[in-house]
C-alpha cells in the first residue's frame, strides 16, 4: 500500500476567538496558508487543536471544512478521531470515513490507562468500524499511555492500520518497532526534534507543530532527505531546533498559538 503521505503534514492549530469560540475564519486562514505553504497533508482535530476542549458537532464541522477546502489540491485529510471514550472514538471514526478523510488518527486513551491488551482491544474495535487507513498515535507525555513495540507489532496485522505516530521521543523503542513491524506500518515522526532520525529509520516523514509557523521549511527536511541530500537536511533541522524547543517551552499549543499571533 502506498503510503498516506509522504513529507510534511501540519498538526492545524485551533484558532479562538476572546469569548473562547472558534475563529473559523481564522481556521480557514491557517487551512489556506498551509495548502499555499506546500504541505502534503492536514491533520484537523489533533492534539494540537485542542480537541478535548471543544464540542464533537465542531470537530465535525471543522473537518467538513478542511474537506471543502483541500477538494481537488491533492493535499490529503487526516482526521483526529481519538478519545479515552472508546464509543465516541468509533462515532468520529465513522464521521471521518463518510466524509472522505484519507486516514484517521486516532490517539491512545488518555485518563483510563488502559493496558496493552485493552488498547489492542480499542484499537482493533475502532479500525472495524472506520474501514478506512487508521494511523497510531504514540504521545505518552500527553496521555499517559504508551504503545509498546509489541502493541505495535500485533495491530500492524490488522489491515487498516498502515501507520504510527511516533512522539514518545524514545529512538530505540522506535527502531524496536520499526524491526517488529517488518514494514507493515509507515512511520511518521510526532516531534519536530526528530524528525532527520526518524526518517534515517525509514520514516516516511512528520505530523508537525513547527509547519503551522514555517510549512515550506518542514517540508525541506523531508525532501532534502528523500532527494538523497542528508547533509542539508540535518542542516535544517539543526537550524530549526531552538525555534522548535521555543514552541514547547509551555504546553503545547500555548507557544505556537503565541507565536502566530506574533505573526
Given at each position: 500500500?502506498?503510503?498516506?503521505?509522504?513529507?510534511?503534514?501540519v498538526?492545524?492549530?485551533?484558532?479562538?476567538?476572546?469569548?473562547?469560540?472558534?475563529?473559523?475564519?481564522?481556521?480557514?486562514?491557517?487551512?489556506?496558508?498551509m495548502?499555499?505553504g506546500?504541505?502534503?497533508?492536514?491533520?484537523?482535530n489533533?492534539?494540537?487543536?485542542?480537541?478535548?476542549t471543544?464540542?464533537?458537532?465542531?470537530?465535525?464541522?471543522?473537518?467538513?471544512?478542511v474537506?471543502?477546502?483541500?477538494?481537488?489540491?491533492?493535499?490529503?485529510?487526516?482526521?483526529?478521531?481519538?478519545?479515552?471514550?472508546?464509543?465516541?472514538?468509533?462515532?468520529k471514526a465513522?464521521f471521518?470515513?463518510?466524509?472522505?478523510?484519507?486516514?484517521?488518527?486516532v490517539v491512545?486513551?488518555?485518563?483510563?490507562?488502559a493496558?496493552?491488551?485493552g488498547?489492542?482491544?480499542?484499537?482493533?474495535a475502532?479500525?472495524a468500524?472506520?474501514?478506512?487507513?487508521?494511523?497510531?498515535?504514540?504521545?505518552?507525555s500527553?496521555?499517559?499511555?504508551?504503545?509498546t513495540?509489541?502493541?505495535?507489532?500485533?495491530?500492524?496485522?490488522?489491515?487498516?492500520?498502515?501507520?504510527?505516530?511516533?512522539?514518545?521521543?524514545?529512538?530505540?523503542?522506535?527502531a524496536?518497532?520499526?524491526?517488529?513491524?517488518?514494514g507493515?506500518?509507515?512511520?511518521?515522526s510526532?516531534n519536530?526534534?526528530?524528525?532527520?532520525?526518524?526518517?534515517?529509520?525509514?520514516?516516511?516523514?512528520?505530523?508537525?507543530?513547527?509547519?503551522?509557523?514555517?510549512?515550506?521549511?518542514?517540508?525541506a527536511?523531508?525532501t532534502?532527505?528523500?532527494?538523497?541530500?542528508?547533509?542539508?537536511?540535518?542542516?535544517?533541522?539543526l537550524?530549526?531546533?531552538?525555534?522548535?524547543?521555543?514552541?514547547?517551552?509551555?504546553?503545547?499549543?500555548i507557544p505556537?498559538?503565541?507565536?502566530?499571533r506574533?505573526?
Amino acid at each position: 500500500m502506498e503510503p498516506i503521505f509522504e513529507g510534511s503534514a501540519v498538526a492545524l492549530v485551533l484558532p479562538m476567538l476572546d469569548d473562547g469560540s472558534i475563529d473559523y475564519d481564522g481556521f480557514k486562514r491557517q487551512v489556506q496558508r498551509m495548502i499555499d505553504g506546500g504541505v502534503q497533508a492536514l491533520l484537523v482535530n489533533g492534539t494540537t487543536g485542542e480537541t478535548p476542549t471543544i464540542h464533537i458537532d465542531e470537530e465535525f464541522e471543522l473537518t467538513k471544512i478542511v474537506m471543502e477546502m483541500t477538494k481537488g489540491t491533492g493535499v490529503k485529510v487526516i482526521a483526529g478521531a481519538g478519545s479515552n471514550d472508546t464509543e465516541t472514538a468509533l462515532k468520529k471514526a465513522k464521521f471521518a470515513k463518510e466524509v472522505g478523510a484519507d486516514a484517521i488518527l486516532v490517539v491512545t486513551p488518555y485518563y483510563n490507562k488502559a493496558t496493552q491488551k485493552g488498547l489492542i482491544a480499542h484499537y482493533k474495535a475502532v479500525a472495524a468500524e472506520a474501514k478506512a487507513p487508521i494511523i497510531l498515535y504514540s504521545v505518552a507525555s500527553r496521555t499517559g499511555l504508551n504503545i509498546t513495540p509489541e502493541t505495535a507489532a500485533e495491530l500492524a496485522k490488522v489491515e487498516n492500520i498502515v501507520a504510527i505516530k511516533e512522539a514518545s521521543g524514545n529512538i530505540s523503542q522506535i527502531a524496536k518497532i520499526m524491526q517488529l513491524t517488518d514494514g507493515k506500518l509507515d512511520l511518521y515522526s510526532g516531534n519536530d526534534d526528530q524528525i532527520v532520525p526518524l526518517l534515517s529509520l525509514g520514516g516516511k516523514g512528520v505530523i508537525s507543530v513547527l509547519s503551522n509557523l514555517i510549512p515550506n521549511e518542514t517540508h525541506a527536511i523531508c525532501t532534502s532527505y528523500f532527494r538523497g541530500n542528508s547533509e542539508e537536511s540535518d542542516n535544517l533541522q539543526l537550524k530549526y531546533l531552538e525555534l522548535i524547543e521555543a514552541l514547547f517551552l509551555d504546553v503545547n499549543p500555548i507557544p505556537v498559538k503565541q507565536a502566530m499571533r506574533a505573526m
